[in-house]
C-alpha cells in the first residue's frame, strides 16, 4: 500500500488558505475517566461542519486510559479512531468486534442507532490517537449500522520527493485514494510526517471546511506558526486552491489535516446523539432506552 508520489501527480496549490484560528483544545475526561484533550469542542460544529469532534489522547500512565470506554449508545453520526499508538477492542451490539492496534483505523457508522465498548487490551505503555465525529446527512441518519477495521497496512500510504510520508485514512491526495470515501461530506483525513524544514501541500476544494492539528513539533501555514497540540482552523476563501504546510527547521513534524464539504442542515446534539431536531433527539432517547438499539455489546 506505499507509493511513491511522482512530479505530475502532486496537488498544485497556488494560493494557500490562511490560518482563521488557533485551537489548544479543552483537557476533560470521557468513558470511565480516560484522559482527553478534546479539540473540535461543541461549539465549533457549524464552524467545521460536517465535523462534530475531535479528541486527542495520549499517556504512557494506565491510569488515565485503562478503564476505557465501556458500552455506550451512538446515532445519527459516524466515528473515526485513530490508533497511532496502543491497543483496544470494539465490540458492538450490530455483532461487530475489532481489535485496534498500532497504526490502525476503526471507521464506524452509528446512523439509526449502536451501543458499542472500546476497551484497552493492555495495562502498562504509551497509548494515543484520535477519535474524530463526522456527521451524517439527515437522509442517511437512520440508515442501518456499519464498520470496518483497517490494520496499518490495510490503509493507502505515500511518500514525496521530499521524505514527507503521508497516510490517506479517507479521501484522495496526490492521486492516491484513501481506504474510506463518502459521496456527500467528501471527507479527506491524512496523517502528515514531515522532515525538518520540508513542505506539503494539499488541493481543497474552496466550499470544503479544513482543518490542521499539529500532535509532533511546529509548523508553518501562510507565515503564521502553530505549536504542538493546536488545532488550526483555515479560512474559507474563494481564492484559495488548497493549503502548503511547512514544518520548523528545528524538528521534525507530525500534523493531521482533515477537511470536508458542509452539510448545512441543523445540528441538534444531546450527548451521544446527534441529530435534526428535537423530536428526534427525544424519539433516539426513547429507542435506546427502550432497547432499539440491540442488546449491548
Known amino acids: 500500500m506505499n507509493h511513491t508520489v511522482t512530479p505530475d501527480m502532486k496537488d498544485t496549490v497556488k494560493n494557500s488558505r490562511q490560518i482563521e484560528h488557533l485551537y489548544a483544545g479543552v483537557d476533560t475526561q470521557d468513558g470511565a475517566g480516560v484522559k482527553l484533550t478534546r479539540v473540535l469542542t461543541q461549539q465549533l460544529q457549524e464552524r467545521l461542519d460536517p465535523y462534530l469532534m475531535l479528541d486527542n489522547f495520549k499517556s504512557d500512565n494506565p491510569d488515565d486510559y485503562v ?3 465501556p458500552n ?7 466515528t473515526i479512531t485513530y490508533m ?10 450490530a455483532g ?4 485496534l492496534q498500532n497504526g490502525g483505523v476503526q ?3 452509528a446512523a439509526s442507532g449502536v451501543i458499542h465498548s472500546e476497551l484497552p487490551e493492555q495495562e502498562n505503555g504509551a497509548m494515543e490517537g484520535f477519535q474524530l465525529w463526522l456527521n451524517l446527512p439527515a437522509k442517511d441518519k437512520m440508515n442501518d449500522p456499519w464498520y470496518k477495521d483497517f490494520q496499518s497496512d490495510d490503509l493507502p500510504k505515500y511518500s514525496t520527493e521530499d521524505g514527507v510520508d503521508v497516510t ?4 484522495q491526495s496526490h492521486g492516491i485514494e484513501g481506504a474510506v ?4 461530506t467528501e471527507p479527506t483525513y491524512l496523517d502528515i510526517h514531515l522532515p525538518a524544514g520540508t513542505s506539503f501541500s494539499q488541493a481543497i476544494p474552496a466550499d470544503h471546511n479544513a482543518f490542521a492539528f499539529v500532535y509532533r513539533g511546529i509548523i508553518e501555514i501562510a507565515g503564521e506558526t502553530v505549536p504542538t497540540k493546536t488545532m488550526a482552523i483555515l479560512e474559507n476563501n474563494a481564492d484559495t486552491d488548497g493549503v502548503t504546510i511547512t514544518a520548523d527547521s528545528s524538528e521534525d513534524t507530525k500534523v493531521i489535516l482533515i477537511t470536508g464539504r458542509p452539510l448545512r442542515e441543523p445540528i441538534v446534539q444531546y450527548g451521544p446523539f446527534v441529530m435534526n431536531s428535537q423530536q428526534e433527539i427525544m424519539q433516539a432517547v426513547t429507542d435506546f432506552q427502550s432497547g432499539k438499539f440491540g442488546e449491548g455489546a
Open 168 to 171: 490517506v485514512i479517507a479521501g
Open 84 to 93: 497511532i499508538t496502543g491497543r483496544m477492542r470494539h465490540r458492538d451490539s
Open 72 to 78: 455506550h449508545p451512538h446515532r445519527g453520526f459516524e
Open 181 to 184: 470515501t463518502r459521496n456527500i
Open 107 to 109: 471507521w464506524m457508522t
Open 96 to 99: 461487530n468486534e475489532g481489535l
Open 67 to 69: 478503564a476505557g470506554f
